[in-house]
């Protein structure tokens, strides 16, 4: 009788992933291609007007790029030596690893379109406001 409920349990989870594999695949390849379209919107001045839009802009950008923590301290430093604000590197490095709007059709099938859209916006929002608090407490500490 366990024996069965294993074997059920396993065929049922093999068949989820199977289905689950071209959404996966095509959440890397969208996430592949925004961090490799991302380098060049930084040349063409996309930051630098205010830091309300610098953390509105690294914020959004982040939520389309999303990668793993360790890659994004990697891009934050070369975002700062190529003179990007501070607020916009903080809104832009919470958001990569928080939000994922490519990742959202998995998170769905997953979890659940309300709580995979909630979850997204709270982490896109509380990106900004972090972004504001770390630099603005930074500021007045030193």
């Given at each position: 009788m366990v024996r069965h409920r294993i074997e059920?349990?396993?065929k049922k989870t093999a068949l989820r992933f199977v289905n689950l594999l071209p959404i996966i695949i095509g959440m890397l390849l969208?996430?592949?291609?925004?961090?490799t379209v991302f380098p060049e919107q930084i040349s063409a001045g996309l930051f630098g007007a205010s830091d309300a839009l610098d953390a509105l802009i690294g914020a959004s950008v982040g939520s389309v790029a999303a990668g793993h923590p360790l890659a994004s301290y990697l891009l934050g430093g070369?975002?700062?030596?190529?003179?990007?604000?501070?607020v916009a590197v903080t809104a832009f490095i919470v958001s990569w690893v928080t939000v994922g709007v490519v990742q959202l059709p998995a998170e769905v099938l997953m979890l659940g379109a309300r709580f995979a859209i909630y979850r997204n916006v709270i982490c896109f929002f509380s990106a900004i406001a972090i972004a504001f608090l770390s630099v603005y407490t930074l500021r007045l500490m030193g």
């Open positions: 059920k349990s396993l969208l996430s592949s291609l925004a961090v070369e975002l700062l030596k190529s003179g990007v604000s501070l």
